[in-house]
């Protein structure tokens, strides 16, 4: 599996921070955290290390905060609900792409944390990355409900039923926060820019097989594509990493299945 991909190794700075053995003794943690501004000229890519003080329940986002807090304003990095819930907080942490502020520091079994951005997205700054190209895709599926409907039906006839059946072929789909770390798992995604991605397609799978949804006409060109749901090579990185339990790998597959069985159906 292609999880744990890392960003070009760079030699640390003159920063002073004690032995590993040292900073467990003195209950503080070393943050290991990349450090670049692509738009300041001559500011390369560097790791610069910070012993932050270790608190009970501490995860690496608050270990970042900390830093940010007390010592250098300066440092980059995304969040927002602190909880699991926004996606905000995407980074590669020891090499793993995670959430920051699901990752208890203790659960990692170490005092050497390595913080870097997520790979496969432009650095904006420090840990901070680009989502564009990502929500670009994503919205390429068009990820909501395509219904013509009847207009001629009072309300309660046009309300659109399902049986707990047809809710479960793509509720674990719904559990998606667009965090982007299947993207970031994903080899294929590393190597092909115009690849939907396991995020956008497990997206596109969530709605096809949604039994309101009459969109498959409109999302076609983009799923069977040389650059969609063919691509997936089944590495099942995605799936290893999505915080949420969501298969991306599995989606994709079944879309495959889709797209042959609706080939055939016109044959
Ligand atoms: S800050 Fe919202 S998911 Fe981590």
Redesign the pocket.
């Known amino acids: 599996m292609a999880v744990g991909l890392e960003r070009p190794q760079t030699k640390a700075p003159p920063t002073a921070a004690p032995a590993t053995q040292e900073a467990a003794a003195s209950k503080t943690i070393l943050l290991r955290v990349f450090r670049h501004s692509p738009s300041v000229a001559d500011d390369a890519p560097r790791i610069v290390t910070y012993r932050v003080p270790r608190t009970r329940g501490m995860t690496v986002?608050d270990a970042l905060l900390w830093v940010k807090e007390n010592v250098d304003p300066g440092l980059a990095f995304r969040?927002?609900?602190?909880?699991?819930?926004?996606?905000?907080?995407g980074m590669l942490i020891n090499g793993k792409p995670e959430?920051?502020?699901?990752t208890q520091v203790a659960d990692l079994g170490t005092d050497a944390i390595e913080v870097a951005p997520l790979v496969h997205f432009p650095v904006v700054r420090d840990v901070a990355t680009d989502f564009t190209d990502f929500f670009s895709h994503h919205r390429r599926v068009m990820p909501y409900l395509i219904h013509r409907g009847n207009g001629d039906l009072a309300p309660v006839e046009r309300e659109l039923r399902q049986s707990e059946e047809q809710k479960l072929e793509y509720y674990q789909f719904t559990m998606c926060?667009m965090?982007g770390l299947c993207d970031a798992a994903c080899p294929i995604v590393g190597m092909d820019k115009l690849y939907a991605g396991p995020q956008a397609l497990a997206q596109a799978y969530r709605f096809a097989v949604d039994s309101r949804d009459e969109g498959w006409r409109e999302r076609i060109d983009v799923v069977d594509d040389p650059h969609g749901c063919w691509r997936c090579e089944l590495a099942g990185s995605c799936s290893a990493v999505c915080p949420k339990g969501v298969d991306p790998a599995l989606g994709i597959q079944l879309l495959k299945r889709m797209v042959l069985r609706r080939r055939m159906r016109r044959t």
Not at 79 to 89: D, F, L
Not at 99 to 102: F, I, N, P, Q, R
């Open positions: 986002l969040y927002s609900c602190r909880m699991g819930i926004c996606g905000s907080c959430l920051g502020c699901e926060i965090c």
